[in-house]
């Protein structure tokens, strides 16, 4: 075989493998929305419907209005909604003043104070749930969703402080320098210089936060037993506990979970990547 | 104070003539400079001082208490048990077989979910660049969905009644089928019955949901190694694997070893996917996570086991992060 025609040979491997790995990657997530689109008939079928052929909003319209345990997705879309970005209000303020610190200044404390991030981060919400549904219990939160938001911001800040670390570490000392010389407050140095450079990065460990709070199901599945205070993971895997189960209905429902996150990752994805692997990804 | 910066330069006031440098360690916002770092921790540190330190402590206190509904409701204070809890649970069958659900869970789709990303990773950085493109953008979708929805489509497409996989499975011909698993007929086969296969269907869950993050970790790695390393090794004849051997896996074994701890830490405490897979009616099915939190609050509550149980998982998710503290200090200028 000539050089020219293996490289082309190489080339359509290559590019048949990436069309199948597209293909693994997607089609699950295709057939949860095409399902959701389709009618009872085809869905409780044992043959293969690959498009909604008798396209229908009934399923959506089901849960947009009766919904699951008495109310519509709506409120739990929305319960969810608050706690997540209660959490990336709260976790983005706290975030950016320790990842400040730690990477603006040297102290003593600063290594330890990493140390400590990076294990607490790996402490699981499985066990943490125990200890806070009693404490929650005794302020007086259980129930409410502020109680969720506490013990989000919890959860995603040492993530947050470490991701955003790198960001403002990104920005050149010597702008705030700069600022300082020309006689600026630390306040204003850090507000007008600082801020809008860190900006981008804020964003994105914001975004990162809010996905992970959107998505969180163990403290809402147990600091929380008021269906009008349900967040969506918790009324989606409601659902099995009906008798037979309503497929099409539970698609339309995981759909409209999954489509806030599918579209915050196109922003953040290749900054997740950096935040968790720095330093060890030269990317 | 704020005002003076504000003014543009040249026009500071005379209150400062011939604009002597501003000496850094001036008290500018009237604290002293030593200080401004811990200021900035202290709300940080009070929230994983709060919410995450004093309950792990807490944890580990209640795990050698009797906590159930009478002393959740407060009409009774705890009651102190010594090791009690820890003896029961030791003792209980479904501890060790939480315990071996969740270490082979870990062992099978660890390697699996590294093994499928690498390979993915490595392709995407061969491809063109509007095909990796392509590629990149569908398995983001696969990494998007949040875990509970990855359970609820894995559900589907393994239902007994109306799965895909069934359906599929009918396709292959009777011979092959019965070759490969003693049966062609698959109608009605419900997956989600037995333990073994519940973790089945949950490991190709995970391996799906977690493999491109792996892969564009890789793929970003591979993208700082000088191509000039490839090309020499092409100009030696070197073959793919010696090449993947030889240069890529050396040089990007930090990135490997970060997210090999990673993904072990993700595996072992995995529980949304599970939780929607099996539900909590089958004990057989739990893993550690999933045992802790029936344990203590699926009645009758016994939160002082929950919490033992709670305890020892995060001894072995201790043990594994100190793996990962190591690589990460190792490798970053903090």
Not at chain 2, 42 to 49: C, N, S
Not at chain 2, 94 to 112: C, Q
Not at chain 2, 213 to 237: Q, T
């Amino acid at each position: 075989m000539s050089p020219l025609a293996r490289r082309r040979l190489t080339k359509a491997a290559l590019n048949t493998t990436g069309v199948l790995v597209f293909l693994v990657a997607t089609f699950p997530v295709y057939w949860m929305v095409s399902t959701a689109f389709k009618t009872n008939d085809q869905i409780f079928t044992t043959d293969f419907i690959p498009f909604p052929t008798q396209f229908t909003f009934e399923h959506l319209s089901r849960v947009l209005t009766e919904g699951v345990a008495g109310h519509s997705i709506w409120l739990y879309l929305r319960n969810s909604a608050i706690v997540a970005l209660g959490t990336v209000l709260i976790g983005a303020v706290f975030a950016l003043l320790s990842a400040t610190a730690v990477a603006r200044f040297r102290f003593k404390g600063r290594v330890p104070f990493l140390a400590l991030l990076l294990v607490v981060q790996m402490i699981p919400a499985e066990a943490l749930v125990i200890p806070l549904f009693l404490s929650v219990r005794r302020l007086g939160l259980y129930d409410q969703l502020l109680g969720l938001i506490v013990t989000q911001v919890a959860l995603t800040l040492p993530f947050g402080i470490w991701m955003l670390r790198t960001f403002v570490a990104a920005v050149p000392k010597s702008l705030e320098e700069a600022a300082w010389i020309d006689g600026a407050s630390r306040f204003t140095t850090f507000w007008k210089v600082l801020f809008p450079l860190v900006a981008p990065g804020l964003v994105a460990t914001s975004i990162f936060s809010f996905i992970t709070a959107w998505n969180e199901l163990i403290m809402s599945l147990y600091l929380i037993s008021d269906p009008t205070k349900y967040t969506m993971p918790v009324a989606l895997q409601y659902f099995f506990g009906q008798k037979g189960t309503d497929w099409g209905a539970i698609m339309a429902s995981s759909t409209m979970m999954t489509l806030p996150v599918v579209i915050f990752f196109l922003f953040v994805q290749r900054r997740m990547v950096s935040g968790l692997v720095a330093g060890a990804v030269k990317g | 104070m704020t005002k003076t910066s504000t003014l543009p330069r040249g026009e500071r006031s005379s209150a400062t003539p011939g604009r002597r440098r501003a000496h850094p360690a001036r008290k500018a916002s009237g604290l002293p400079v030593w200080s401004i770092p811990y200021v900035l921790l202290i709300p940080g540190l009070v929230v994983i001082a709060a919410l995450l330190l004093y309950p792990l402590v807490q944890m580990v206190t209640i795990s050698f208490q009797k906590v159930g509904l009478l002393q959740i409701s407060g009409r009774r204070p705890a009651e102190w048990l010594g090791w009690e809890n820890y003896a029961s649970i030791f003792d209980n069958d479904i501890f060790w077989s939480s315990l071996r659900n969740t270490v082979v869970f870990a062992v099978v789709a660890v390697p699996l979910t590294l093994i499928l990303g690498t390979a993915v990773g490595v392709l995407l950085h061969r491809l063109g660049s509007k095909m990796s493109l392509f590629v990149i953008i569908g398995i983001m979708f696969a990494w998007a969905v949040p875990p509970v929805a990855q359970g609820v489509i894995w559900r589907w497409l393994f239902d007994a009644e109306a799965g895909i996989i069934n359906w599929a499975l009918n396709l292959l011909p009777d011979s092959l089928s019965s070759a490969l698993f003693g049966r062609a007929d698959w109608t009605g086969e419900p997956w989600l019955n037995d333990t073994w296969s519940i973790y089945m269907v949950l490991t190709i869950c995970v391996v799906w949901a977690g493999f491109p993050f792996i892969a564009v970790s890789v793929l970003a790695g591979l993208k700082g190694i000088p191509a000039e390393l490839y090309e020499a090794a092409r100009v030696d004849g070197s073959t793919p694997w010696r090449t993947f051997r030889k240069i890529t896996f050396p040089l990007l074994k930090p990135v490997f070893a970060v997210l090999t701890v990673l993904s072990i830490i993700w595996d072992f405490k995995v529980f949304s996917q599970l939780y929607v897979l099996a539900g909590t009616t089958n004990r057989d099915a739990y893993n550690l996570s999933m045992y802790a939190v029936t344990e203590a609050f699926k009645a009758p509550q016994k939160m002082g086991s929950g919490a033992a149980i709670a305890v020892v998982l995060t001894v072995i998710l201790l043990i594994v992060t100190a793996a990962y503290i190591r690589q990460m200090f190792k490798q970053e200028e903090l």
